[in-house]
């Protein structure tokens, strides 16, 4: 298919917002639509104007207080020239009236002498190349708060490049925001990392000082995007999906959490490429840098943290622009990150090598007169629950010991290790992977008096992953939590083998359903297998016992007295099978199913009391005579009865 060589302006704005939704990945190199580089076809030359850090359009770049902020924009061709190509970029009113008028919006320019373009907007497309070099659009602070204000940027291109075919616009939105609050608590900053393949970073702002009001986390680190090398051979920050959800709902995610003072810094984390932080050239530790910046500048961070792991440093040969891999040459990127990124924080987080060297994932030695302890913010040695320290690094900029949060771990903050950091002059302590579900209130007030000599404080909210809005938590046990729907496994069943009962038989898994009967007081329990047609109709009661926050199910117990609609009486006994398939034996003995909480969040049932009760099961009997004599009539004889100690049951 031919392409028309003139085209209006307006065409390809209005394809801009048909395709800027198409966005999926994080790359500098991201492709708009799959048909615009189908390019074998068309005819002459055209570009695109596009957004560094993969920003794709009408991204918001917030504008803090008396903050400047910027905008990375770059060109492309759609095939490659044999000579340079220069570029002009130009702010460009005319193209969002045009925009607006396209796509029924209405978004006022940012005033525009507030506005102004790198080298005034002029850069290069070297020969043989498609991609110019970014150019930086920088946004003084201005307009009023609460507007969304929009930027558009066009460009022109020489050397016979049709200007009526590429003069293609990106616009980025423009949000006024107050001046972050100074949330500063004392000399220790408590640093989380936050797995954002499976948690909220929103979560970290649930937490303050009981008296301060000030927030616990200072910083929040996402975790993580990787750094790889494109097809050129050139480090690029890469996100996977739940990061660059992340970076696409900036302001429902990032900004809430600075807007409470809190600083938000992007991991970088290794990803099985020969690209890593002592991997970097020269020239690649500072391309690398000024792809961070965009990633920093576009979506608002406060700062950088390098995390040296999972890098295959052996296979850097043959690639341009890396080097043998050396300490040196993670200092060299920290150096050009703080050259053009001076007011931005910048950390590192260091651990032990499994195959037990000595430790070489951090940044040493000195780069053009510059020391590293000089260039750095903080050290984070992350063997959780281990203290450890850097010799060439200022203490006060040293967190030596830090605590997982993950729900396997089991570990609880170490008193004498928090109380060196407080003591001795360290500037930092670091948690990892705080989960929703779980309750670290305690943790957090043992930390929060070690650090500070105060409590935390707990909203008691939480985000799912991909949550704007706060729910209660489910890590908080009341009334209300056993509500809804739990799926049960049992140790073992009884299972007719067809000629009498395996005490044996495997486990059950099966699901029930816990509904309100009286507030606060008790509850329905619908499903218990394999007699969920009868429960359906008359459920279980479980009671909810408020001195421990349990629920416990009485057995015997009465489901139904006659009526006029059922003339049977039914009650749930504990008993135990016969000989023949329909045969069972009724327990003398009361008992109770008794709740245990287990340190996964899941809750464990066992029948009460043990010993009497390790061959029964709860069996359905009904009576047509008062009670004087009770009869099992369950029709699916041959199902399997679940039976033994451990009923574990998983919120669903």
Not at 478 to 491: A, H, K, M, R, S
Not at 552 to 579: F, V
Request: glycine share 8%.
């Amino acid at each position: 298919m031919k392409y028309t060589r003139f085209i209006k302006s307006s065409f390809w704005i209005a394809l801009l917002a048909c395709t800027s939704n198409v966005f999926t990945a994080c790359e500098d190199d991201i492709t708009i639509s799959s048909e615009n580089n189908s390019f074998g076809n068309i005819e002459g030359n055209f570009g695109y104007v596009k957004s560094a850090a993969g920003a794709k359009a009408l991204t918001a770049i917030a504008i803090n207080g008396d903050k400047h902020g910027t905008g990375h924009l770059y060109f492309e061709l759609n095939k490659a020239t044999n000579k340079d190509i220069t570029v002009t970029f130009k702010v460009d009113e005319s193209a969002l009236n045009t925009y607006n008028q396209v796509n029924g919006t209405n978004y006022p320019m940012y005033p525009t002498d507030k506005l102004s373009l790198e080298n005034e907007g002029i850069t290069t497309i070297p020969a043989g190349k498609r991609k110019s070099s970014s150019v930086e659009l920088d946004i003084q602070p201005g307009g009023t708060i609460g507007t969304t204000y929009a930027v558009a940027v066009s460009a022109t291109a020489s050397d016979g490049i049709e200007t009526s075919s590429n003069n293609e616009s990106y616009i980025y939105l423009v949000t006024p925001q107050a001046t972050l609050p100074d949330t500063e608590k004392g000399r220790v900053k408590t640093i989380c990392y936050i797995e954002v393949n499976n948690e909220n970073i929103l979560n970290a702002g649930e937490y303050t000082m009981e008296n301060s009001k000030k927030p616990f986390f200072d910083i929040v680190n996402v975790f993580a995007a990787n750094i790889r090398l494109n097809e050129e051979g050139k480090p690029y920050v890469h996100c996977n999906p739940q990061v660059t959800f992340v970076l696409e709902n900036a302001d429902k995610l990032i900004r809430p959490l600075q807007q409470k003072g809190i600083k938000v810094h992007l991991t970088i984390l290794g990803d099985h490429t020969p690209a890593g932080m002592r991997s970097l050239g020269d020239e690649a530790a500072k391309d690398f840098a000024k792809e961070l910046k965009s990633y920093v500048d576009i979506y608002g961070f406060d700062g950088i943290s390098f995390d040296d792991e999972w890098s295959n440093y052996e296979q850097v040969g043959g690639h341009p622009g890396l080097v043998v891999p050396s300490q040196e040459q993670y200092s060299r990127l920290i150096y050009e990150c703080r050259q053009i990124m001076p007011d931005k924080q910048i950390g590192v987080y260091w651990c032990k090598q499994e195959n037990g060297e000595p430790s070489i994932n951090y940044p040493l030695g000195d780069i053009e007169g510059k020391d590293v302890n000089d260039l750095l913010d903080y050290t984070v040695f992350g063997n959780y629950n281990l203290w450890n320290t850097l010799n060439h690094i200022n203490i006060v900029k040293q967190c030596p010991y830090a605590l997982d949060l993950s729900k396997i771990s089991l570990l609880n903050p170490n008193p004498a290790y928090l109380s060196r950091i407080k003591d001795e002059g360290y500037g930092y302590f670091a948690t990892y992977n705080l989960e929703a579900g779980n309750n670290y209130i305690d943790k957090f007030n043992q930390i929060g008096q070690a650090l500070y000599s105060e409590n935390i404080v707990w909203t008691k909210q939480e985000y799912g992953r991909t949550d704007f809005i706060p729910s209660p938590s489910t890590a908080i046990k009341d009334y209300n939590y056993y509500l809804g729907t739990w799926e049960i496994q049992t140790v073992q069943s009884f299972t007719w083998t067809g000629r009498n009962w395996n005490q044996r038989g495997p486990g059950m898994k099966f699901t029930i359903r816990i509904e309100e009967n009286i507030k606060d007081k008790s509850y329905y329990v619908y499903g218990w297998a394999p007699y969920s047609e009868l429960l359906e109709k008359y459920p279980l009661t479980a009671e909810y016992i408020a001195e421990n926050i349990s629920i416990r199910i009485p057995i015997p117990q009465m489901l139904h007295n006659p009526d006029t609609e059922e003339p049977l009486m039914w009650k749930m006994h504990w008993a135990t099978p016969g000989s023949t398939v329909n045969s069972w034996k009724i327990a003398e003995s009361n008992g109770e199913f008794k709740m245990f909480t287990n340190n996964d969040g899941s809750i464990t049932l066992k029948p009460f009391p043990f010993q009497p009760n390790i061959g029964y099961t709860c069996i359905p009997f009904c009576s047509n005579d008062d009670g004087k004599t009770w009869l099992y009539t369950h029709t699916i004889f041959q199902q399997a009865h679940p039976t033994g100690l451990n009923y574990n049951l998983i919120k669903k």
